[in-house]
């Protein structure tokens, strides 16, 4: 999952944090859940926030963001992942 196309973000442009605030507000009162009346519409939609979100807790912390930037992923444990472990 790239984070930063799921708030419609390119890495190539560098964002600022104020950038990601604002694309992450945008993003997610597109998606709200709240927002859906038919249940498969708003299983997708719950879907898609929770991305979202997980996007902006990573990108708009300095360091989550730098570890995702050099290793493309951060997983929730707080350590960078796809290393081998050596």
């Known amino acids: 999952m790239d984070l ?11 964002p600022s944090q104020a950038d990601i605030k604002k694309a992450y507000y ?5 998606h709200h ?9 708003k299983e997708e939609s ?5 991305r979202i979100s997980k996007a902006y807790e990573t990108l708009s912390d300095p360091k989550k963001r730098a570890t995702y930037d ?10 960078p992942g796809g290393g081998n472990g050596n």
């Not at 945008?26 to 597109?30: C, D």
């Not at 859940?33 to 519409?41: G, M």
């Open 4 to 14: 930063y196309g799921e708030l419609n973000l390119a890495k190539a442009d560098q």
């Open 70 to 79: 050099r290793f493309g992923t951060y997983d929730n444990g707080g350590s």
């Open 46 to 50: 719950n879907v898609k926030f929770l």
């Open 26 to 30: 945008k993003m997610a009162r597109l």
């Open 33 to 41: 859940p709240d927002r859906v009346t038919n249940d498969k519409e």
